[in-house]
């Protein structure tokens, strides 16, 4: 299994999270090659703006995993992480992130800010970005285009 097995993994959780009207991103955890953790969007079914894809990914690894820390863990996002969920990244102490689609609005591995290569954080995480990233970026393009269409 590679990354672009687990990114396909991750797409098919955004695609369950466009099912629900919401922004189809998702995530998951993967340590030792098995995932440990899943989640997608749905900021708008809970009314919670911290119902990120990778959020919801992390907590369920948490929980899984019996520690906060999820050291020696990769996780696979469709969209660049926001600051939020770059924040919650670092925290966790994941060891590698692997995302799709680039996020020119709102993304913190190089597109808005870096926050990954900010030295003087107590840890970094090793990042790989653009993987799927057409699949994924089709997937968001889809999503707004028939958004706006319906307004």
Known sequence: MNDE??????ISLARAAECLGEVPVGALVVRDGVIVGRGFNSP??????????????????ARNLHNYRLPGCELFVTLEPCAMCGGAVLQARIARLIYGA?????????????????????????????????ECGQLLSGFF???RSRE
Do not use: C, Q, W, Y
């Open 5 to 10: 097995f687990f990114m396909r993994e991750a």
């Open 44 to 61: 708008i079914g809970e009314n919670d703006p911290t119902a990120h894809a990778e959020i919801a990914a992390l907590r369920d690894a």
């Open 102 to 134: 680039r996020d020119p609005k709102t993304g913190v591995h190089g597109s808005v800010v870096d926050l990954f290569a900010v030295p003087r954080l107590n840890h970094h995480t090793a990042v790989v970005g653009g993987v799927l990233a057409d």
């Open 145 to 147: 285009a028939a958004r």
